[in-house]
């Protein structure tokens, strides 16, 4: 395991020591580029918040890439990356009570936003419940494409700045 992310080695090491830290808050390695770019921060909060924005500067393409480091919601997460699927695991938490009927209704609506968008669903699962959940991906399915980008651009930043923040409080 590599040492701990404080401000302080986030502010002063190496990019490419700093790189597989990162991954765990966001996989596109543009994001971590961005974030770094934008050293030193003077405070945890404003690194954080620099964590969010940078998703929020990502183009198209270093967009989806992140999108595609995230598990479908109410499937456990795993893949090569684990502290990305323990972050996931515990964000998810409000699924794992779910009866079959609403895991069901999940991976249905899971499937036919993939179909509409061409992109895994993501939600900041973090604090939801199912039902939330749910509900959220039913109003989703509604947007037009470029609304719904932008949605889950903006959900994947809420994402990266709690992980970041969890990463930089440990």
Do not use: K
Not at 21 to 48: E, F, I
Not at 61 to 84: F, K, M, V
């Amino acid at each position: 395991m590599p040492d701990p992310l404080t401000l302080d080695r986030l502010n002063t090491a190496a990019p490419d020591e700093l790189h597989p830290v990162l991954r765990a808050c966001n996989t596109s390695p543009a994001w971590a580029d961005r974030l770094l770019a934008g050293r030193p921060y003077p405070d945890v909060g404003q690194a954080v918040e620099a964590a969010g924005r940078a998703v929020l500067d990502l183009g198209e393409a270093d967009t989806a890439a992140a999108l595609a480091g995230h598990p479908r919601i109410g499937e456990r997460p795993g893949g090569a990356h684990a502290d990305g699927a323990a972050f996931s695991r515990r964000e998810q938490s409000g699924v794992d009570g779910s009866g079959d009927d609403v895991r069901e209704r999940l991976a249905a609506g899971n499937a036919a936003y993939e179909r509409r968008f061409g992109h895994v669903f993501l939600i900041r699962a973090a604090g939801r419940d199912a039902a939330e959940i749910l509900a959220e991906l039913q109003r989703r399915l509604g947007n037009d494409p470029d609304t719904e980008r932008a949605e889950a651009a903006g959900q994947l930043a809420e994402i990266t700045a709690l992980r970041m923040r969890e990463v930089l409080t440990r």
